[in-house]
Nanobody, 114 residues
């Protein structure tokens, strides 16, 4: 299983970015696909996740600002990020979970700075 993230970059506070996670297999084969992030010196944390049934979960810090969505035809999961803050600066990773097996991408860097 391969996951390839894209869409990261440098953005000013208040700006927007959309991340993409292209999965090499049918995303509906997995229990869930989600986005995690890891800021320098911090542990990796859940940002948003969507399960096979379509239920979504968000970290409190991103609720009402980020939206996770998917395109089954493209086997791609997106993270739409709005009203970005400097605290959102991190490496963002895509994870696909199948039972107890986790598959990770290499990550994409998001920097929010004036």
């Amino acid at each position: 299983v391969q996951l390839v993230e894209s869409g990261g970059g440098l953005v000013q506070p208040g700006g927007s970015l959309t991340l993409s996670c292209a999965v090499s297999e049918n995303i509906f084969n997995f229990n869930s696909v989600g986005w995690y992030r890891q800021a320098r010196g911090n542990e990796r944390e859940l940002v948003a996740e969507i399960n096979v049934g379509g239920r979504t979960t968000y970290a409190d810090s991103v609720k009402d600002r980020f939206t996770i969505s998917r395109n089954g035809n493209k086997n791609t999961v997106y993270l739409w990020m709005y009203e970005l803050k400097p605290d959102d600066t991190a490496d963002y990773y895509c994870r696909a979970r199948l039972l107890k097996a986790d598959y990770w991408g290499q990550g994409t860097k998001v920097t929010v700075s004036p």
